[in-house]
């Protein structure tokens, strides 16, 4: 009940929001999409790919554009991003659909066939520590041998010191992204304004992350390979694993 409340809290401004200021707000975000792309292990034959929380499509373009033999399924709870997502990725036609779900939900977890990868970037963070070592279990089921779970996500760190880090070197990217792209600090001045850095403003009904270390053990205790991590900066990372062939 807590989850629905807490997404229930996330409205559809703040989706339209994200599409429009996300670009500003998500550190080396293209740095981020060709990581998780470049952990999709290729395969000869077509695979598909579930995406949770695929927002307005950014990260199922690159894969698709980079697996021309894939498909991939986008999930997501907001009715703005999934509209976002299907205008943006209309010319893949078949090979992308979206559904509206409640990633906390069991109910979308059982694919009629495995899947090679299972990606998500920026929505584990709204599971507690339970629900998130529930889903990394479901996970694990969900893929085929040799498939990957790869998250982009927000992490706790684990001292005061850590925190206050995250939140400085958070404000900093935004603000270098800011002045990259406009060439002022107008976007880092909304993203102040709005207190969309949660380690400054952190709001525990909708924003959950767990510690890095307690994530990859979660992990390892779901039965994934060669759990490891990938990237991190400004309190974001990069970090999976693999279903062990055989």
């Excluded at 507690?128 to 969900?142: G, I, N, P, S, Y």
């Excluded at 102040?192 to 850095?197: D, L």
Aim: proline letters at 6%.
């Amino acid at each position: 009940m807590a989850e629905r409340e807490g997404q229930a809290r996330w409205r559809e401004r703040d989706s339209r929001a994200f599409i429009d200021l996300g670009r500003y707000f998500v550190p080396e975000r293209e740095y981020q999409i060709r990581t998780i792309c470049a952990l999709i292990p290729p395969h000869p034959a077509p695979f598909g790919v579930l995406e949770l929380g695929c927002g307005e499509g950014l990260l199922a373009e690159s894969i698709l554009e980079k697996f021309p033999e894939c498909t991939v399924r986008g999930l997501d709870g907001s009715e703005e991003m999934l509209k976002a997502a299907r205008e943006r990725l209309s010319r893949f036609g078949g090979r992308f659909a979206a559904e509206k779900f409640d990633l906390a939900s069991p109910d979308w977890r059982k694919p009629s066939e495995p899947v090679r990868a299972v990606v998500s970037s920026l929505a584990i963070h709204h599971l507690d520590a339970d629900q998130k070592r529930e889903l990394f279990r479901d996970v694990h089921r969900m893929l085929e041998p040799g498939g990957v779970f790869v998250i982009a996500d927000l992490i706790q760190p684990a001292t005061g010191a850590g925190v206050a880090l995250a939140a400085s070197s958070w404000d900093k990217a935004v603000r270098k992204r800011s002045l990259r792209f406009e060439g002022d600090t107008g976007a880092f001045d909304l993203f102040e304004k709005e207190e969309w850095n949660l380690y400054r403003h952190p709001d525990p009904e909708v924003d959950k992350p767990s510690g890095l270390y307690e994530q990859l053990s979660w992990l390892e205790e779901a039965s994934f390979a060669g759990v490891d991590v990938f990237w991190v900066k400004a309190g974001h990372a990069i970090f999976g694993g693999t279903r062990a062939e055989g």
